[in-house]
């Protein structure tokens, strides 16, 4: 009996779950999203070649891999159809290798102006939410009105979309917005949602499934699945910075309601972090730096978002948010990103304890979830050297790959965190990586 392996985001998102996941994929029969949607933004980089998936698993590369849309994710028809034919114009065709769930939940064109109104409404206070509709559609969800994929096939999905659309539209107008003049990606309202309808017209050529019968049958045979996370643990709606949070279960457990997975089927949790920390959308980020360090983190690292290209917001390592997330998740595995963009860097940081009502404390108190924590730095050297020049010296197996100063800033992390690192990236390539 084979288990799922689970890949998922320790920080705030975007730690680079879409490069590790095509660069996995080759050890894997089937990749499957478990929640999330078209919040997330995975980019894959190899060849020249960039890409950046939204509702669909980061497999899709790889040609054979079975790519799945799990129940608990939600779709944006039009979205969707736009990513699949992105990648058709790249060549690459998805066929029938892409699968979705009859249970993942529909956003609707008016989930999309609901979330717009509510960030509205919320001023100063708003999320900084994508505006892809995430909130209201697992609102939605959870309140017993959503429509779902399987309902696309029903003879009544029409009368069910109208009834919630005027819903939604009442919503709207008691938050005392107008639908007239609204606009949605640029469009009136009217030309999104014939988009939209298109769009559902258009994934009907993909099979619709019981993926939790698939997966678990698939398991059965002894087929390699991989659980691909969206967003990061900080983001968490339970464990998360709320209510500057996803709408979903990110950690480990929402793979077994988003898959239909039982928790003893649970295999590897592989868990990715950069080697320092980003954040887009409000709410607090203790190590955040809003000096000139900061911004260097962000030009090196081309911090700006996959999805909506705002700044991201950059900081240090925080180590007890990381210990936090590799508890929730049990991870096995830890995965180090972006190294190489402090290569130039004299001194490094990292949080190792947070001053709170006067204490130093290695727990995230409740207030963090609203309150912004003082952290308590630990200082090392940085290792002022690549490990892409490295990989060209060690083809006559003189040197190791890896600096002695940043195995240093590895250890003292596997330490303090107490899970090995066995998977570092030093660049965007699907190549660029060193197994440790
Ligand atoms: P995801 O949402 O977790 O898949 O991450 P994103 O794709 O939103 O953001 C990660 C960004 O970092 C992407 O632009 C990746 O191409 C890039 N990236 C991934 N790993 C590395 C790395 O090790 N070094 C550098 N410099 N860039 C990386
Ligand atoms: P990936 O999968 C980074 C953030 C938003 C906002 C909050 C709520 O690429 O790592 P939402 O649209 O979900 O209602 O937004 O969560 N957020 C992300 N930040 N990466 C993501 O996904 C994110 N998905 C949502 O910026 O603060
Ligand atoms: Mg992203």
Same mark, same amino acid.
């Given at each position: 009996?084979?288990?799922?392996?689970?890949?998922?985001?320790?920080?705030?998102?975007?730690?680079?779950?879409?490069?590790?996941?095509?660069?996995?994929?080759?050890?894997?029969?089937?990749?499957?999203?478990?929640?999330?949607?078209?919040?997330?933004?995975?980019?894959?980089?190899?060849?020249?070649?960039?890409?950046?998936?939204?509702?669909?698993?980061?497999?899709?590369?790889?040609?054979?891999?079975?790519?799945?849309?799990?129940?608990?994710?939600?779709?944006?028809?039009?979205?969707?159809?736009?990513?699949?034919?992105?990648?058709?114009?790249?060549?690459?065709?998805?066929?029938?290798?892409?699968?979705?769930?009859?249970?993942?939940?529909?956003?609707?064109?008016?989930?999309?102006?609901?979330?717009?109104?509510?960030?509205?409404?919320?001023?100063?206070?708003?999320?900084?939410?994508?505006?892809?509709?995430?909130?209201?559609?697992?609102?939605?969800?959870?309140?017993?009105?959503?429509?779902?994929? #399987?309902?696309?096939?029903?003879?009544? %999905?029409? &009368?069910?979309? /109208?009834? *919630?659309? @005027?819903?939604?539209?009442?919503?709207? =107008?008691?938050?005392?917005?107008?639908?007239?003049?609204?606009?949605?990606?640029?469009?009136?309202?009217?030309?999104?949602?014939?988009?939209?309808?298109?769009?559902?017209?258009?994934?009907?050529?993909?099979?619709?499934?019981?993926?939790?019968?698939?997966?678990?049958?698939?398991?059965?045979?002894?087929?390699?699945?991989?659980?691909?996370?969206?967003?990061?643990?900080?983001?968490?709606?339970?464990?998360?910075?709320?209510?500057?949070?996803?709408?979903?279960?990110?950690?480990?457990?929402?793979?077994?309601?988003?898959?239909?997975?039982?928790?003893?089927?649970?295999?590897?949790?592989?868990?990715?972090?950069?080697?320092?920390?980003?954040?887009?959308?409000? #709410?607090?980020?203790?190590?955040?730096? %809003?000096? &000139?360090?900061? /911004?260097? *983190?962000? @030009?090196?690292?081309?911090?700006?978002? =996959?999805?909506?290209?705002?700044?991201?917001?950059?900081?240090?390592?925080?180590?007890?948010?990381?210990?936090?997330?590799?508890?929730?998740?049990?991870?096995?595995?830890?995965?180090?990103?972006?190294?190489?963009?402090?290569?130039?860097?004299?001194?490094?940081?990292?949080?190792?304890?947070?001053?709170?009502?006067?204490?130093?404390?290695?727990?995230?108190?409740?207030?963090?979830?609203?309150?912004?924590?003082?952290?308590?730095?630990?200082?090392?050297?940085?290792?002022?050297?690549?490990?892409?020049?490295?990989?060209?010296?060690?083809?006559?197996?003189?040197?190791?790959?890896?600096?002695?100063?940043?195995?240093?800033?590895?250890?003292?992390?596997?330490?303090?965190?107490?899970?090995?690192?066995? %998977?570092?990236?030093?660049?965007?390539?699907?190549? @660029?990586?060193?197994?440790?």
């Amino acid at each position: 009996m084979n288990k799922i392996d689970i890949l998922l985001g320790l920080q705030w998102g975007d730690e680079g779950k879409g490069k590790v996941v095509d660069a996995l994929t080759p050890n894997y029969d089937i990749v499957a999203r478990f929640q999330g949607g078209p919040n997330a933004g995975h980019t894959i980089e190899f060849e020249g070649k960039k890409f950046v998936l939204h509702n669909i698993p980061s497999g899709v590369l790889t040609p054979g891999c079975v790519n799945i849309i799990g129940n608990g994710v939600i779709i944006e028809p039009h979205i969707l159809k736009g990513e699949v034919e992105g990648l058709k114009q790249a060549g690459f065709s998805l066929g029938k290798t892409l699968m979705i769930s009859n249970r993942a939940h529909l956003i609707l064109p008016t989930h999309r102006a609901l979330d717009a109104a509510n960030e509205k409404a919320l001023g100063k206070m708003k999320i900084g939410s994508t505006l892809k509709g995430i909130g209201p559609t697992y609102t939605d969800k959870t309140a017993r009105k959503g429509l779902r994929i #399987g309902d696309i096939a029903m003879g009544d %999905f029409m &009368a069910k979309y /109208e009834k *919630l659309k @005027q819903a939604h539209l009442q919503q709207i =107008a008691s938050l005392g917005f107008d639908m007239n003049g609204f606009q949605l990606d640029g469009m009136d309202f009217a030309d999104y949602e014939k988009l939209w309808f298109e769009g559902v017209d258009y994934i009907r050529q993909f099979p619709f499934i019981d993926s939790e019968y698939y997966i678990n049958e698939a398991l059965d045979q002894g087929k390699k699945v991989l659980a691909e996370g969206a967003q990061g643990s900080m983001l968490d709606v339970d464990f998360g910075s709320y209510p500057f949070v996803t709408s979903s279960n990110v950690i480990a457990a929402g793979v077994c309601n988003g898959l239909g997975i039982a928790p003893n089927r649970i295999g590897k949790v592989y868990g990715i972090f950069k080697a320092y920390c980003t954040r887009v959308g409000t #709410g607090p980020f203790p190590t955040e730096l %809003f000096d &000139a360090t900061g /911004e260097t *983190l962000r @030009q090196n690292g081309h911090e700006f978002g =996959a999805t909506t290209g705002r700044p991201r917001r950059c900081g240090w390592l925080d180590l007890p948010a990381l210990k936090y997330a590799v508890m929730l998740s049990g991870v096995t595995d830890l995965m180090m990103m972006k190294s190489d963009v402090m290569d130039e860097f004299e001194t490094i940081k990292v949080a190792t304890a947070y001053r709170y009502n006067g204490q130093e404390t290695q727990h995230l108190p409740f207030a963090a979830c609203t309150e912004t924590m003082e952290p308590v730095y630990a200082e090392l050297p940085g290792w002022r050297e690549k490990i892409e020049d490295r990989r060209q010296e060690t083809e006559d197996g003189r040197k190791k790959m890896i600096p002695e100063r940043l195995e240093e800033y590895i250890e003292f992390i596997e330490n303090y965190v107490g899970v090995p690192i066995k %998977f570092v990236s030093y660049g965007p390539d699907r190549t @660029q990586n060193i197994i440790r």
